[in-house]
């Protein structure tokens, strides 16, 4: 990954990561006809694609499978628009926003009121060393990792597995861990977001099954879902979880500095930029939330420093699921193998 090379350290030291805000602020209105827009091409394909799928069963499951995988890019990007709703920035009028959210959140398996509380919890604290365990892929630095017991170790070692993170993960965090508002089960209103959803799906999946019988959802439903869940893990993953990365305690912690050092800027090919809607330029996206989806690359345009900042290409990014504790000496992420040799 290419960190901080000269010509943007030295922009850096001279703007501070708190005086992007101000510059950012002015990208932050949505365009109604335009998220009207992207929401047409998102959901219109997604819609015609099961269909599509579901005609397919008749003569070829194998064709309908496939026609579900493809299904799933168009499911990653309408989650995308229910992150931006629950930062409102796909609307400008809250209320219509978030009713997109809990609608789109039937689709995505994912309580829109649960959700966006916990991660703006997320947002509130990322990188900070005494906040973490609320939104977040569960990090150690290398001395909490030395104090564990060998039971502890090895649950630790297991849960970051790639195997663990990206092949069984996704689906219990989806199908399973979702149906609670866990975290918040003291209050009702995230109850209402988890049932209300759970409602929704249960109702969905009745109607498909009466019309359609089981394979409709073995089929089309779940690969869709499966694959999505597995690319959102991903990228959410390689958006914080990288070597030089940024951690600090809570007397330490600037929120600003750890947005602009603590995200990366993704380098996708057009087509997965355009299906993850452009969270890969999560850096300026958590220096300021608002700004909608389609003007993120407006920003990197318009600013050529941030273009040039924490930028990952996918080669790159392969190499950081071997990384998985934080070194508070070295201020970056190592593997297993790596803090072994700190001794």
Not at 67 to 80: K, S
Not at 84 to 103: E, K, M, P, Q, Y
Not at 132 to 137: A, L, N, P, Q
Not at 142 to 150: F, G, Q, W
Request: glycine share 6%.
């Amino acid at each position: 990954m290419q960190h901080n090379p000269d010509s943007f350290q030295k922009d850096t030291d001279q703007t501070h990561a708190r005086d992007w805000v101000k510059v950012l602020s002015s990208y932050r209105e949505p365009s109604g006809s335009r998220s009207a827009f992207e929401l047409a091409v998102t959901l219109g394909p997604f819609i015609a694609l099961w269909a599509f799928a579901w005609f397919a069963l008749s003569f070829s499951g194998w064709l309908a499978f496939v026609i579900a995988l493809l299904n799933a890019g168009f499911l990653l990007r309408l989650f995308a628009i229910q992150h931006d709703c629950g930062h409102s920035a796909f609307f400008n009028n809250r209320t219509a926003s978030d009713w997109l959210g809990r609608v789109i959140g039937v689709l995505t398996l994912t309580p829109y009121d649960v959700w966006r509380r916990s991660h703006a919890m997320h947002h509130s604290s990322a990188g900070n060393l005494g906040r973490r365990g609320m939104g977040d892929i569960h990090t150690l630095t290398v001395a909490e990792y030395k104090e564990l017991s060998p039971l502890g170790r090895w649950s630790y070692r297991l849960y970051r597995h790639p195997i663990v993170l990206f092949g069984l993960g996704p689906g219990y965090l989806f199908f399973f861990q979702n149906r609670l508002p866990l975290g918040f089960t003291n209050q009702a209103r995230y109850w209402v977001s988890a049932m209300g959803t759970n409602a929704g799906i249960l109702i969905a999946l009745s109607l498909i099954y009466y019309f359609g019988g089981l394979m409709p959802i073995l089929l089309i439903f779940v690969p869709t879902t499966l694959l999505a869940a597995t690319a959102g893990v991903w990228l959410f993953y390689v958006q914080h979880q990288f070597e030089n990365t940024h951690w600090s305690e809570d007397t330490d912690w600037d929120l600003h500095d750890a947005a602009l050092h603590g995200s990366s800027h993704y380098v996708l090919p057009k087509m997965l930029q355009w299906m993850s809607a452009n969270i890969g330029i999560h850096h300026v996206h958590h220096l300021y939330s608002r700004i909608p989806f389609y003007r993120l690359p407006e920003v990197l345009r318009d600013h050529a420093v941030l273009a040039h900042s924490n930028r990952m290409t996918i080669r790159e990014s392969l190499s950081n699921a071997r990384l998985h504790l934080w070194d508070e000496q070295s201020k970056k992420l190592l593997s297993f193998a790596q803090a072994r040799l700190l001794g």
